[in-house]
């Protein structure tokens, strides 16, 4: 590779790591007023001649309810107290089972809390190869200088919720008319069990299955300790 082709690559590969940390640690202080999911679900919703909106409340950590971050790590990620943004063990399961089903087109991922997060604030939502290397780079930065509370915090803050629904507090208004420190545990486990699927998953009016997902989440979420950490 010529000299000069040398030189604009490492230009651009600095100046990528450059602009991603900066990005990453303004955001330990600055809460997102928008992410990209929200403008393309927006645009989607236009187009399609609906008016989705975008309805979001930023609330602190602390004025959330300790059931729906115990659900939450329950449902979405078990070991998120104990990983730096990548759990190796949930991606080395999801590849098996991705293997065992591949014929019937049934995938399964292993993104961390982390991983979304980053994924939700930064990244755009298409599954490609180039996404998901970015998305792990994105939470190594965030592991690494933002604390847990903080990437908890903003998860569920711009987290999607439902069409034009984002974070706890408008979805705990809008499903089930409380603020987001009021939800109770059935409520808190309802919501995490809706993620994987927002828009097609109403909690506050379950399917039975749904519904006994939500009862599984409960029973781990009880042995979810946040005191410690």
Known sequence: MPRRALQWVAGLATAFVLGSTLAVLAVRWINPPVTPLMVTQLFHGMLEGRWVGIHRSWVPLGRMSPALLRSVIA?????FFTHWGVDLEALRRARAWNLRHERQGRV?????????????VYLWQARTYVRKALEIWFAALMETLWSKRRILEVYLNVIE???????????????F?????RLNARQAALLAA???????????APSGALGVH??????????????AR
């Not at 069409?163 to 499903?175: C, Q, S």
């Not at 008319?177 to 420190?181: E, H, R, T, Y």
């Open 75 to 79: 449902a979405e990620d078990a070991h």
């Open 108 to 120: 399964r991922g292993a993104s961390t809390i982390t991983m979304q997060c980053a994924r939700n």
């Open 161 to 175: 919720w439902g069409p034009g629904i984002y974070g706890a507090e408008a979805a705990a208004e809008r499903y």
């Open 177 to 181: 008319g409380v603020g987001a420190d």
């Open 194 to 204: 809706a993620l994987p699927d927002p828009l097609d998953r109403n909690p506050g």
């Open 214 to 227: 939500a009862s599984r989440i409960a029973r781990r979420a009880a042995g979810v300790r946040l005191e």
